[in-house]
């Protein structure tokens, strides 16, 4: 089993940054792809970015340019800087990774999310 947890989440003025963060933990051989998910109220879940195990970066149009995905492979830790924060980036910010676990299978796994508002 793989467990992802989020934290870094809050309350920020619009045009502020907030920097989240996912530590994954649990017995797995690896982890591939990683990626970042959000849900506003009454959305649904759209895909926010991802980075690949190598390091290639996708993100969604809506953040491109204002948000960074990196990760920290030795402490199988993802990240999230968000800069230039808009209301409508106000949702609950999941992290999705792939593993493959001890027995060679694959399986993907959730955070339960970190609340992200921007209000001024």
């Known amino acids: 089993q793989v467990q992802l947890v989020e934290s870094g989440g809050g309350l920020v003025q619009p045009g502020g940054s907030l920097r989240l963060s996912c530590a994954a933990s649990g017995s797995f051989l690896s982890i591939n792809t990683m990626g970042w998910y959000r849900q506003a109220p009454g959305k649904e879940r759209e895909l926010v970015a991802t980075i690949t195990s190598g390091g290639t970066t996708r993100y969604s149009d809506s953040v491109k340019g204002r948000f960074t995905i990196s990760r920290d492979k030795s402490k199988n830790t993802l990240y999230l800087q968000m800069n230039s924060l808009k209301p409508e980036d106000t949702a609950v910010y999941c992290c999705?990774?792939?593993?493959?676990?001890?027995?060679?299978?694959?399986?993907?796994?959730w955070g339960k999310g970190t609340l992200v508002t921007v209000s001024s």
């Open positions: 999705n990774a792939y593993a493959v676990r001890r027995d060679y299978s694959g399986g993907t796994y």
